[in-house]
């Protein structure tokens, strides 16, 4: 078994070598706040981009999102080359046809099936049946999305994390009918994007990290809107403990750091009384049927007043980099290689 797991990630390693992403013609589909920053991540990576708006309005904002995007990636020394490098390699288009070279196509729209079943229509009219279609989708299972394309073998997750171009997460999710060879070229292809991927070869939806993330989110509703804590006290309480150990570990590792026989103890008396309520908390329905969007319209778990909503948006976008510089400081290697170095 050791000597299959040696040759797969030689064979890994070897087409993670054999591919030029300068080669490979991506398009995405969608160029709201993450189609953009998809675009740019794909850029950096040197490939050549299609990037269609199917909304007339996306065209008029998505060059300047996408230019300041590489602005900030030059100046915090992501990429080597000035935002003029890499937009010779765009093309901003409302024209489906010029997708028609692309051997990877990402959709990036809104989570509607019927409308992603048109835009599939439209993709699917002018590529060729070998090149990949994806999906950005948080939502919808990857094996509904695949019943609606012509060659649903040929269909994949790709679930980025906003801004796309800075984080190291990617989930690639197979469907039901995923060719998986497929799927681990993918995984192959996301390392030259400078992601930490993960392949899930088995499709469930919300997949891993927003199963894990709502389950979360399910219990900060609960203790709020059972008076145990206020919304703030449930931010602050995440930042200074998950905040603090989730960007070098995740939780199996955290329970292995600290002590699984602990965890099992609190396990058998925690669990009973955690919420499994399946309605939407009746907090955030409040909030969005009063038209609240958080920071973009001022309006959400807090409140802010126009300066305030720019900076928090300024803010995040620096914590981005920052947060990049640690983690890649402790990439998911990093005690195999402190021991290889030890040995030497």
Not at 42 to 59: E, G, K, T
Not at 134 to 147: E, G, H, R, Y
Not at 269 to 275: H, I, N
Request: net charge negative; glycine share 6%; with cysteine.
């Amino acid at each position: 078994m050791l000597g299959n797991d040696v040759n797969n990630k030689q064979e890994s390693n070897n087409m993670k070598a054999e591919i030029n992403t300068k080669d490979i013609q991506v398009g995405i589909v969608g160029l709201g706040l993450m189609g953009c920053s998809i675009a740019t991540c794909l850029l950096m990576a040197n490939h050549p981009v299609v990037a269609v708006a199917p909304l007339p309005a996306d065209l008029d904002h998505a060059l300047d999102r996408i230019q300041e995007h590489l602005q900030g990636a030059y100046h915090e020394g992501l990429t080597n080359h000035v935002p003029k490098y890499y937009l010779s390699n765009l093309i901003i288009t409302d024209d489906y046809k010029k997708l028609a070279d692309c051997r990877l196509v990402l959709e990036c729209i809104i989570e509607n099936l019927d409308i992603k079943k048109d835009v599939y229509k439209k993709i699917e009219e002018v590529v060729s049946r070998e090149a990949l279609l994806t999906s950005n989708t948080s939502a919808i299972p990857i094996s509904v999305l695949q019943k609606n394309t012509r060659h649903p073998e040929r269909f994949f997750g790709l679930h980025w994390l906003e801004p796309s171009h800075t984080t190291r997460f990617l989930e690639i999710i197979c469907g039901e009918m995923s060719e998986k060879e497929k799927g681990r070229y993918l995984y192959d292809l996301a390392h030259h994007w400078q992601k930490e991927p993960t392949l899930l070869l088995k499709d469930i939806r919300g997949f891993i990290t927003n199963r894990l993330m709502y389950a979360m989110y399910r219990e900060a509703f609960n203790l709020v809107e059972n008076g145990y804590a206020s919304v703030e006290d449930v931010d602050r309480a995440c930042r200074n403990n998950a905040g603090y150990w989730m960007t070098l570990v995740g939780v199996f590792r955290w329970m292995d750091l600290t002590g699984v026989p602990a965890y099992h103890t609190v396990m058998k008396d925690l669990f009973p009384t955690l919420s499994n309520k399946v309605e939407v908390p009746k907090l955030i329905d409040d909030i969005v049927k009063a038209g609240g969007k958080g920071v973009a319209n001022g309006k959400g778990f807090y409140e802010y007043e126009p300066e305030e909503s720019k900076l928090w948006e300024e803010t995040f976008a620096e914590f981005t980099y920052e947060i990049r510089k640690l983690a890649l400081k402790y990439p998911v290697d990093v005690v195999k290689k402190r021991l290889k170095e030890k040995k030497q």
